[in-house]
């Protein structure tokens, strides 16, 4: 089944290491997204690509930085977590150029800063 | 800006009972609306979606949504529910005409008790 795919589903990191979290999918969407959830928060889009075209949010911090090399993958870095920064993040596709903008959503990766 | 409001934080409802849970939206011209679940721990899952035509919307797990315009409302119901409903439930909406942008209410926590 064509899906959204993220790795690690739980990361531990510790205060000030670089971390790197993955998403891949298989659905040949044009537009990926990182999205910031904390608990009992809504998500909150830190920035997304649009093919190859980067679009960061106005408020995400410069600690997070995002790559997407080919179509299928985009990755995620927090160059140095802080423990504000722990919380789940969550990949998300969606096509943009057909009516509907449905966005599909990955399971996340839940990531504690010792 | 658009915006989205869940009036209602948190709703506990006895299994069997129906669910209606409120969702408002502030927009000019009539947005794409969704419905996403999410379980503890896990990603979101949409549950149904409004872009135009019929107001009332069905979607999966027996849910639906009806669209009413002169309330700027999208309010998610189900006649009955089950114990594996409980969760987190989050209204979107999305810029109709290409943006990329989806903007999530707070979200309403679902506890159904025995």
């Known amino acids: 089944d064509a899906m959204v795919i993220q790795n690690p589903r739980y990361q531990v990191t510790q205060f000030g290491k670089p971390v790197t979290l993955s998403c891949s999918q298989t659905?040949?969407?044009?537009?990926m997204y990182w999205y910031q959830q904390k608990s009992s928060q809504a998500p909150k889009l830190l920035f997304h690509?649009?093919?190859?075209?980067?679009?960061n949010e106005a408020d995400t911090p410069d600690n997070f930085q995002s790559r997407r090399p080919n179509t299928s993958f985009c990755f995620l870095d927090i160059r140095s977590p802080g423990l504000g920064d722990a919380a789940m993040y969550l990949c998300?596709?969606?096509?943009?150029?057909?009516?509907?903008?449905?966005?599909?959503f990955g399971p996340g990766t839940r990531l504690t800063v010792l | 800006a658009q915006s989205v409001t869940q009036p209602d934080i948190h709703i506990t409802v006895s299994e069997g009972a129906s669910l209606e849970l409120r969702c408002n939206y502030s927009?000019?011209?009539?947005?794409?609306l969704f419905w996403y679940v999410q379980s503890p721990g896990q990603g979101l899952q949409l549950l149904l979606k409004?872009?135009?035509?019929?107001?009332l919307v069905q979607g999966i797990k027996g849910f639906e949504a009806e669209f009413k315009r002169s309330q700027s409302s999208f309010n998610l119901r189900k006649p009955s529910v089950h114990w594996s409903d409980a969760a987190e439930y989050f209204c979107?909406?999305?810029?109709?005409?290409?943006?990329?942008?989806?903007?999530f209410g707070k979200g309403t926590k679902l506890t159904v008790n025995p």
């Open positions: 409004y872009f135009s035509g019929d107001t």
């Open positions: 690509y649009y093919d190859k075209d980067f679009n």
């Open positions: 979107a909406v999305i810029h109709q005409g290409g943006s990329e942008k989806l903007v």
């Open positions: 998300a596709t969606s096509r943009i150029g057909t009516v509907y903008n449905e966005q599909f």
């Open positions: 659905l040949n969407h044009n537009v």
């Open positions: 927009y000019g011209a009539t947005p794409y």
